[in-house]
């Protein structure tokens, strides 16, 4: 089966995608709207990505008279779920970018400007341009940062060349990306999967790409042709447990190759050969394809603040100390912090952000009301996890790494299932666009 022929028709995907995005927003849809609170509460939003333009949205709806400001200067809007779809070459590149002003809400300032400097004690944000804008509440949506530098040898400007693969840079590399992988099925050789020790952005993003390599190659008639190896950077393939066993299983059946506590730390990009550090030592594995995903850390406006956790786990890379249920601040209480910056133990998905927005602005908004919020974030996650062209199951848990279902009875959650695929394909991207809205 091609990919067209993968796809439903126009009005069964049109209506799939209509039930998926009322299912998806069914969470929220119950409680009642309120009426605005009046304010004339000063708040500024660091980032205007998905978690920034999403809070943003609720934000300008449940208040009247607020200074809301939306700092970021990026211009483009990056729906980052697709890159994957482009990376299998389902998509074209353009598919995943859009701007950011369109998604600003009326009454939402945009200052198209960086954040240098954090000052929580004076609330004040500094941006790149040297502006200073004073602050009754921050809402910290920076996002992360791709910590590339950190792999010795890799060079973003060569993804696409050489065998070399890496999704998670933006719709060009992961275009560029799609060439290369395509290339390889064609004549087969050894490719090499993984991801990084640190936290990151849709985990099941890297085991999505080996199964969509493995499914290609079989397209192509050369799987005989290939070997796979996925290089786990734990002793498991994924944080659920469930779901890990799942995986595993589908790997074994599938003929992907696992090494566990590898993680990658050079690349020679000329010769290809990977070096990953081991507990036995640094090892070398040579490759014909790499789908490369570097460390991800919080930006350096959040790391090298004092808005950052100062011990545990979440320390050494920077994420911003909230609670993990309120999204607010442990020593600021002014502060919140939602989407991949947010210092939690699970969360950085575009689905965590449509749970954890709402919970942050009903904080915030109780705080300005003078009221309490009983709003809890309870860790959830969602990842359509794509097993091959055409199938994949969806993937959906919290803190406790529970499987919370959207659909219970309906979808079973770790079934390749041809209505999870079109939710992904089809379902996702509306739904995502309605959350930047406010509407999910």
């Not at 995943?96 to 200052?111: H, K, M, N, Q, W």
């Not at 490369?292 to 979440?314: E, T």
């Amino acid at each position: 089966m091609n990919a067209t022929a993968a796809r439903a028709a126009p009005g069964r995907r049109a209506l799939i995608a209509a039930i998926a995005g009322a299912a998806l927003a069914a969470p929220f849809a119950a409680r009642r709207p309120r009426a605005a609170v009046q304010t004339r509460a000063r708040i500024v939003i660091v980032g205007a990505g998905a978690a920034g333009l999403t809070t943003a949205s609720r934000l300008a709806r449940e208040l009247s008279g607020a200074s809301i400001t939306l700092l970021d200067r990026r211009r483009e809007h990056l729906y980052q779920p697709g890159f994957t779809l482009v990376a299998a070459g389902l998509k074209p590149e353009g598919y995943s970018v859009s701007t950011t002003a369109e998604y600003v809400a009326p009454g939402v300032r945009l200052v198209e400007e960086g954040a240098a400097e954090i000052d929580p004690v004076s609330r004040t944000v500094t941006t790149d341009a040297g502006q200073r804008l004073a602050y009754d509440f921050l809402v910290l949506a920076t996002g992360l940062v791709l910590d590339y530098g950190a792999i010795a040898g890799m060079d973003v400007a060569r993804i696409g060349e050489n065998g070399l693969g890496s999704v998670y840079a933006g719709p060009a590399a992961a275009a560029a990306t799609w060439r290369a992988m395509s290339a390889f099925a064609d004549r087969g050789g050894v490719a090499l999967f993984g991801r990084p020790e640190t936290e990151m952005k849709c985990a099941g993003a890297p085991l999505k790409y080996a199964f969509l390599t493995d499914d290609i190659l079989r397209r192509r008639g050369n799987r005989g042709r290939a070997e796979l190896i996925y290089n786990a950077h734990a002793r498991s393939l994924f944080s659920v447990p469930i779901v890990a066993e799942r995986v595993r299983m589908l790997f074994e059946d599938r003929a992907i190759a696992v090494n566990h506590e590898h993680v990658l730390t050079a690349i020679d990009t000329s010769r290809r050969i990977a070096t990953f550090r081991t507990p036995q030592g640094a090892k070398e594995l040579g490759y014909d394809f790499i789908n490369l995903v570097p460390p991800m850390r919080a930006p350096p406006v959040v790391r090298n603040s004092p808005l950052r956790w100062q011990s545990g786990p979440l320390a050494a890379d920077g994420w911003a100390e909230v609670d993990r249920h309120s999204l607010r601040h442990a020593r600021f209480p002014e502060v919140f912090a939602v989407g991949d910056v947010a210092g939690v133990p699970k969360g950085k998905t575009a689905a965590s952000v449509k749970w954890q927005a709402p919970v942050a602005v009903d904080h915030l908004v109780a705080t300005i009301a003078g009221r309490t919020s009983d709003a809890s974030y309870n860790g959830y996650t969602s990842c359509p996890l794509i097993t091959r062209i055409g199938r994949a199951m969806l993937v959906e848990f919290d803190y406790k790494d529970n499987l919370v279902p959207s659909f219970p009875g309906v979808v079973a959650p770790l079934e390749e299932l041809w209505i999870t695929w079109i939710m992904k394909e089809v379902g996702l991207k509306p739904t995502y666009l309605a959350m930047l809205r406010g509407r999910a």
